[in-house]
């Protein structure tokens, strides 16, 4: 399958570390700088607390964020547009931002049933369901083993594991598994930014960079958790299943993202029928942050036609 490419106006960068952007990261039931409610509550799931917030109404749509991630790192300009049309939640997953971190490692599968036990906790039969990079993951596997639970499919950056998979370059992933030892969490925020943003977005965007700095040091994922996590997604794989999948999906990937390579996304819609394949030109790993107006536009059409 060809993908769709879309070339977006690149999102105007907001000043960073205003009060209300703030604000918005952590506050309940106060009124966002985009006009959205959001409301924080904890929920006990599969013997562990996981931190989950609420925006909107209507459809229910569940997000899952990725490896080392969590709520704060979907972004307001990203989730206002869903929260106009949808009820959005999104949580931490285990071992990430303020959910329990409980001993590892942490499978795919796991995470999957804990995505199930969100969505038993909100009365939730069943839900859209979108899922970022390892998120993305996660929401494979719900789909499969879980197929009753999910209406649309949203894969955004992500791959199907396994040796189909096609990896990142040795350079990127030398850098996904340096060592922190002896830097700061700044430190640490700032060299993910190369894997997250092409170099010339990052130069044209100073005041982004520093606010994702800004998020990523709200709850940082802790050493171990991370190791957890990762070991989790290198042991799962779901290419020989995907051909069971009967979800309509839409995949999106980014052409210059350097950690989950476009062709993964190519993978998937040659294996996933009833799918749609959307890349956005020059867009990296963080697309989201990057042009928020072009994909919530095209995630609502899908998830509404």
Not at 244 to 258: N, Q, W, Y
Not at 259 to 265: F, G, K, T, V, W
Request: proline content about 8%.
């Amino acid at each position: 399958m060809l993908p769709m490419v879309m070339r977006p106006e690149v999102a105007p960068s907001r000043g960073a570390g205003s009060s209300t952007d703030r604000e918005w990261a952590y506050s309940s039931g106060e009124e966002a700088r985009y006009g959205v409610d959001v409301k924080m509550n904890e929920a006990k799931i599969n013997g562990i607390k996981i931190h989950y917030r609420e925006y909107g109404k209507g459809e229910p749509l569940l997000l899952i964020m990725g490896l080392s991630a969590n709520v704060d790192w979907w972004g307001e300009e990203f989730l206002a547009p869903l929260a106009e049309r949808f009820h959005v939640v999104a949580y931490d997953n285990r071992g990430a931002g303020r959910s329990d971190k409980p001993e590892g490692p942490y499978p795919i599968p796991l995470m999957a049933a804990d995505a199930v036990g969100m969505m038993d906790h909100l009365g939730w039969e069943s839900a859209h369901v979108m899922g970022a990079s390892m998120g993305g993951m996660i929401a494979q596997e719900l789909a499969l083993e879980y197929p009753e639970r999910v209406r649309r499919l949203v894969l955004l950056c992500t791959n199907c594991g396994g040796s189909e998979a096609v990896p990142a370059s040795p350079e990127v992933l030398a850098m996904l598994y340096a060592p922190h030892k002896g830097m700061s969490e700044e430190d640490i925020a700032r060299t993910s930014l190369y894997l997250l943003f092409p170099p010339r977005y990052m130069e044209e965007n100073p005041e982004k960079m520093d606010e994702f700095v800004k998020d990523f040091l709200i709850a940082p994922i802790e050493p171990q958790c991370f190791v957890w996590q990762i070991t989790g997604v290198t042991m799962w794989s779901c290419h020989s299943r995907l051909a069971d999948l009967r979800h309509p999906t839409l995949i999106m990937a980014g052409s210059e993202d350097v950690l989950i390579p476009p062709e993964n996304s190519r993978v998937l819609a040659e294996a996933i029928p009833n799918s749609q394949l959307v890349e956005i030109e020059g867009a990296g790993h963080g697309f989201q942050a990057m042009f928020p107006k072009e994909m919530t536009e095209r995630i609502i059409s899908f998830l509404e036609s």
